[in-house]
């Protein structure tokens, strides 16, 4: 392929719904596009290695099982921008091979099949990206839970065997489709591990009040998903005047009892990932990128621009950890010397509705489901984006009947969640349990409601799926759904690029999976 262009449609802003050729609209260029691929490329060769070696009997170390972990997250969407920092991994990758194999000259590369369109055949290309893409969400995921010291090492060969399973020509559609539901199964596990980690560590989430509005003390954003890190910044900024503030995807951190008592922790800034570049302007202070969803920072804000882990931008600082530690000092002292934030808004918003805290509520929401007075559960998880068409998940959430109640996770809720739909006898119509990797409390929930009313099958629930998507975690997390059987799912505001019409038709006809349509005709279909 020509340097100069590309191929991507791995995110749901693809271009015109088919693929990015010469520049991400997320704002990768091809040079990093390539990188990119070469180094998914290298990591299934290394994992082809490691497979055999498991098979052999021999022992992977946790190094080899977090390099692939990490390199599965770093060309996740929104990531990672720096083409020299991908070659540097690919270097790192090969060379880890080659020590696994004694240093033997192996065969185990071919330029050739590098890149998404290497896979000539449309329906077996459109299922091995179903199922990359489905591990590299669940790589994030498990990347999370390393971080505070959970792992399985049943995951990490299921995702390193999978990953060489995608180099094996002799594999058939009806082999793929299997290995996409059983992808879905140990998505299933991991964000159950992350659940574990998150909640061990820090407690299960409460219902909590989240202030919206500044204070006037100079002050650091964190962005991302990392609790690890987030953990690390206020432990280093206690006592030094400097606030914090959540952006995005860490604004579920407020509803952890852990957190609760940095009383420097305050509240959270902006809205979704794709406002930043006018959000992160008027913050003024230093903004610490933790995981993706980082738009490439403008110039008058970007000096002010840190990162971490999976992600990096061309010459943005960069945060390593060393012996398992980070050091913030070099953020802190910058933000010493930065005005304040500008207010956007003001006020609170509510979540920390994850299983544990809703199975509290489980007779209350019983009998409100009982009386009549809750008709229908709507799942509006996922993700949120910049698109126009998006705006039809506001209007929806404005137009559900009074007697529904909006059960969501990821940044999807900002659509709507600062929109006052009231309570239905003391249950708040709008119960956001946290992250994306949080749809794991919404399958628990649903699970329990199955078994509460008696039910042999969760699509006999009053529960209507209206999920939107963004990039790869949102596709592990319908795989899981997938995998535990829930059908008559509503993906929007596209279905995705990477499904071919043969593969697409299978999703339909097996699972019924379908995308919207305008609101009132939705509202009317699915909710009557």
Sequence with gaps: MDRNSMFCFQCQETLQN????????CGKKSDVAHAQDQLIYATKTLCVVTTQLRAEGKNISSNVNRLVTLNLFTTITNANFDAENLMRRVDETLKVKAALLENVD?????????????????????LR???????????????????LGYDDEKINAFIQSTLAKLLDDTLSGEDLTALALETGKVGVDTMALLDKANTETYGNPEISKVNIG???????LISGHDFKDLEQLLEQTKNSGVDVYTHGEMLPAHYYPAFKKYKHFVGNYGNAWHLQQKEFDKFNGVILLTTNCLVPPKENYKARVFTTGAVAYPHCKHVEEIDGKKDFSPLIELAKTLPPPTELETGEIVGGFAHEQVFSLADKVVDAV???AIKKFVVMAGCDGRQKSREYYTEFAKALPKDTVILTCGCAKYKFNKLNLGDIGGIPRILDAGQCNDSYSLALIALKLKKVFGLDDVNKLPIVYNISWYEQKAVIVLLALLYLGVKNIHLGPTLPAFLSPNVAKVLVENFNIGTISTVDDDIKNWIG
Excluded: Q
Aim: hydrophobic share 35%; charged share 30%.
């Design 106 to 126: 192996d065969k185990i590369f071919d330029e050739s099949k590098i890149g998404v369109l290497a896979t000539k055949n449309e329906d077996v290309r459109s």
């Design 214 to 220: 500044v204070r006037k003390n100079p002050a650091i």
């Design 129 to 147: 990206e179903l199922i990359t893409y489905g591990l590299k969400g669940m790589a994030a995921y498990l990347y999370h839970a390393n971080a």
């Design 18 to 25: 088919k693929g990015c050729t010469k520049i991400g609209v």
């Design 370 to 372: 009982k009386d009549g």
